[in-house]
């Protein structure tokens, strides 16, 4: 548990996440209060890694239930092992004759086996899924649901009754209770509106791509061996190309992919070749791809321009001081 906001923002840090004071409130909120956080937000601006650096810095488990269309309550919850029954069944067969001795009629057998349903329908035989994992956990951890938006607005609905009482009914064993609350974080890209009633259970968050100076930060914290003057160029770049009408704007981890790349080539500031040949690595479509190279064609020529006024300046500066 965490002990104050600060707590927060030391404990992730150590996790190797940078995070706001704003971030760092919600989620010592959510522990507090006991829940959920439905964290929204462009995709790859570390929605997900909050998540798993919540749990590495609370030192418990994570558990991962990610969304889908047509995902229904028998994936996220629990299912029977049909195919460990019927093992079982030919195993026992000897067993069940046993059971079935001195019936004349076949609805005495029926009545016989009916009474064993609690020995193939029990804790034995059934395959818990992330939800059920989560609420019967003899002890705390993170409940990840990801990507929420992309499952249906049913499963959304169940998924409602679930957060309110972190309890589930199966029909063969009972109301199972949580023992203890997991810390929940729904993440969301988006896709579609997330229902009023989901959003009245949750702590809301909204993650938006960093100013360059934290994302400068990141970019230091998770590529170590990067060159100072590569790191500012790489981060200016990918904040410049942000603005552009691209079809997919490059996240944080394209930025991070971009800079290990260069990183590997041994680069330390940007050129135009070394640009042309390595901008797939930020960006997917042929389109933005076309739609970027102006633009860095025009950020080159401004860096060339600096290097050679500031080359000028420092001869001047030389032969001044020679006079």
């Not at 706001?20 to 890694?49: C, D, H, M, W």
């Not at 992309?150 to 199972?176: N, Y």
């Not at 930025?255 to 901008?279: I, P």
């Not at 000028?312 to 001081?321: F, G, M």
Request: net charge negative.
């Amino acid at each position: 548990m965490f002990e104050s906001v600060d707590d927060v923002v030391s404990r992730l840090s150590d996790q190797k996440y940078i995070c706001n004071r704003q971030i760092a409130t919600v989620v010592y909120l959510a522990s507090q209060l006991r829940k959920p956080i439905l964290v929204e937000g462009p995709a790859g601006v570390g929605k997900t890694e909050l998540a798993k650096v919540v749990a590495g810095a609370m030192d418990c488990e994570l558990l991962r239930l990610q969304c889908y269309e047509g995902l229904d309550e028998a994936k996220a919850l629990y299912e029977w092992e049909y195919a460990k029954q019927l093992l079982y069944t030919q195993i026992l067969k000897d067993k069940i004759s046993e059971v079935l001795e001195g019936t004349t009629t076949l609805k005495e057998a029926v009545e016989r086996i009916g009474k064993q349903d609690s020995v193939f329908f029990s804790e034995r035989f059934i395959l818990p899924r992330p939800l059920l994992q989560a609420i019967s956990a003899d002890h705390p951890l993170v409940l990840l649901i990801d990507e929420i938006d992309k499952s249906d607005s049913e499963f959304e609905a169940f998924l409602l009754e679930v957060l309110s009482d972190f309890q589930v009914s199966v029909p063969e064993l009972g109301t199972i209770q949580a023992q203890h609350l997991p810390v929940v974080v729904l993440t969301s890209n988006n896709a579609r509106e997330m229902s009023d009633a989901l959003k009245r259970r949750c702590l809301h968050l909204f993650i938006d791509f960093p100013n360059q100076e934290q994302e400068l930060e990141i970019v230091k914290l998770k590529v170590p061996g990067i060159a100072t003057q590569l790191a500012n160029q790489v981060v200016e770049v990918v904040q410049s190309i942000r603005k552009l009408d691209l079809k997919k704007v490059p996240s944080i981890s394209e930025t991070l992919d971009w800079a290990k790349a260069l990183t590997l080539l041994n680069v330390h500031r940007l050129e135009e070749s070394q640009v042309n040949e390595t901008l797939n690595t930020i960006l997917k479509y042929e389109g933005d791809v076309r739609k970027a190279e102006a633009e860095l064609k025009e950020y080159i020529s401004r860096q060339k321009a600096k290097v050679e006024t500031q080359a000028t300046s420092q001869e001047q500066d030389d032969k001044d001081l020679l006079h």
